[in-house]
């Protein structure tokens, strides 16, 4: 679980112009370098310039003085996410701690690394540009697969010089998105216009270029020579190259994963390990997982936005669905007599209660599709936080008690997207890959990680809270048939609920 300060609070607002530090008016390398170093100011938080300014080679800095600074993060939980991430270790599979992190990597590694997450963390909390998150984001990505390709190239233990110097490649073009102002908007629009721009371009429009900030904050910083030789475009004989790889990589996945240009990347990376081009996309597939881990220890929901996925998945194929199908076959009967009798309930003389149409249709739920548990789930007031109302389950579990989800937390975003689209869906089934995104382990811990189905409960128009049904306690399949199913009763119960609202209101 991540720490009080890993939890989800809404971004605050952007800086204001009075706030700029003078950068706008600032029109060379030595003036940005001079702002952006202000210890006085702090433009990027007050604890990351601590973290610049604590050095290895400081003789006052002792191991607890190092402990000490990096207990102190705010983002403590995504720093030894991170240190796992550049870590190669078969029989340690996380840091516990940062001074277990500190034994085995050192100061000097996760110092660098808790510079880049202090700057990220900052930007967090005080820009919702879609340009800057977009940028983080990808360049979070690109560090973490340059952390598995360089493991799986050189099989080196501590990989974290290669992984900085994946982050320091767009240090540079991030400070500046952030501080630039309406010349960071300038940059943008022609970027958008003509998706490039070079470094001739970036002198005439800022007064230097983006790499040349990057190259002298990482001298400045002191992040090492690896940090350094990565701006020169090394060639794939160099360790570092494998940054420029995944960076690239990275980039074209953001034009689809599907797009000619991210095929033959993920290909060029298959040529770079000597593996096939299969072996390359599950290296890639497994950074987005561990991405996607990386970003929800964030708590903004709006970095999911700018997280590409791939392609829906294809449906089972008519063999699979009619072998599973063999296991578990909805029962059709049972179905229609749940509709027939819901008509009947709230046609009938005696006006019907909101709850009986919902227990009714339940259990035609829970019988007609053979779930092993069908739950149903309410908004409160203020449409913040989803609870667990009731439950039917074939063995006591802890569901319905587990289910509360605070929808502006990690745990919560992928009901808080569900209800936003007022939409089905199956988890872990065909076609629904892009809604992985929003499952992570926050949600897992109190669902667990097998496949459910979900459709909103709906009322005037409006989502108020979901059905939620799966088999995950005896293990069984769910299919396609099953899908329809449930779909088609919980449809069928919202529409008998806006019957008895309409008959409530006409009795009145």
Not at 330 to 351: D, E, F, W, Y
Not at 416 to 436: N, T
Request: hydrophobic share 40%; with cysteine; charged share 25%.
């Amino acid at each position: 679980m991540s720490d009080k300060s890993d939890s989800a609070e809404k971004p605050k607002k952007a800086l204001t112009k009075k706030i700029r530090f003078n950068f706008e008016d600032s029109k060379t390398l030595q003036d940005w370098v001079s702002l952006i170093n202000d210890n006085e100011n702090a433009p990027l938080g007050a604890y990351t310039h601590k973290l610049i300014n604590s050095k290895i080679t400081d003789p006052n800095l002792n191991f607890d003085e190092a402990q000490k600074i990096l207990e102190k993060a705010q983002f403590k939980n995504k720093l030894l996410r991170i240190a796992d991430t550049v870590y190669l270790n078969p029989v340690e599979t996380t840091f516990s701690t940062i001074a277990r992190a500190m034994v085995i990597l050192g100061f000097q590694s996760l110092r660098n690394l808790s510079i880049f997450l202090g700057i990220y963390n900052h930007i967090f909390e005080l820009s919702q540009e879609e340009f800057l998150l977009k940028e983080i984001v990808s360049s979070i990505h690109s560090a973490i697969l340059t952390a598995l390709i360089v493991q799986r190239k050189a099989r080196i233990l501590n990989c974290e010089p290669i992984v900085g110097a994946a982050f320091s490649l767009s240090l540079g073009k991030i400070l500046f998105l952030f501080f630039g102002g309406e010349t960071a908007k300038q940059y943008q629009e022609i970027l958008e216009s003509s998706n490039e721009i070079d470094e001739k371009e970036e002198r005439d429009l800022i007064g230097f270029s983006l790499k040349e900030l990057s190259i002298e904050l990482v001298k400045v910083w002191g992040l090492g020579s690896h940090a350094l030789s990565v701006q020169d475009n090394p060639a794939p004989d160099n360790v570092v190259y494998a940054a420029i790889l995944a960076k690239e990589i990275v980039h074209n996945l953001s034009k689809g994963w599907q797009h000619d240009s991210a095929i033959e990347s993920i290909k060029k990376l298959g040529t770079y390990l000597k593996c096939s081009p299969e072996e390359a996309n599950t290296i890639v597939m497994e950074s987005l997982e561990k991405l996607l881990e990386e970003v929800a220890l964030y708590g903004n929901y709006q970095l999911m936005d700018y997280i590409s996925m791939p392609a829906q998945e294809e449906d089972l194929s008519d063999e699979k669905v009619n072998e599973e199908l063999e296991k578990v076959v909805p029962i059709t009967s049972r179905i229609k007599a749940t509709i027939q009798a819901l008509s009947i309930l709230v046609s009938g003389r005696t006006l019907p209660s909101v709850n009986d149409v919902m227990n009714m249709g339940l259990k035609g739920i829970y019988d007609g599709v053979d779930f092993d548990r069908v739950l149903f789930a309410l908004l409160n007031a203020d449409r913040t936080v989803l609870n667990g109302k009731s439950i039917l389950e074939n063995q006591k579990s802890d569901l319905l008690q587990n289910f509360h989800f605070q929808l502006t937390l990690p745990e919560g975003w992928l009901f808080q997207h569900l209800l936003r689209e007022k939409r089905s869906a199956w988890l872990g089934g065909k076609g629904e890959i892009v809604l992985k995104k929003y499952r992570n382990s926050h949600f897992n811990q109190k669902v667990g990680k097998g496949q459910f189905f979900v459709a909103p409960l709906i009322l005037d128009g409006r989502a108020i809270g979901v059905y939620y049904a799966d088999r995950q306690p005896s293990s069984r399949m769910l299919d396609t048939r099953s899908y329809d199913a449930f779909s088609e009763l919980c449809t069928t119960i919202n529409e008998n609920i806006e019957l008895v609202r309409k008959r409530e209101k006409q009795k009145k």
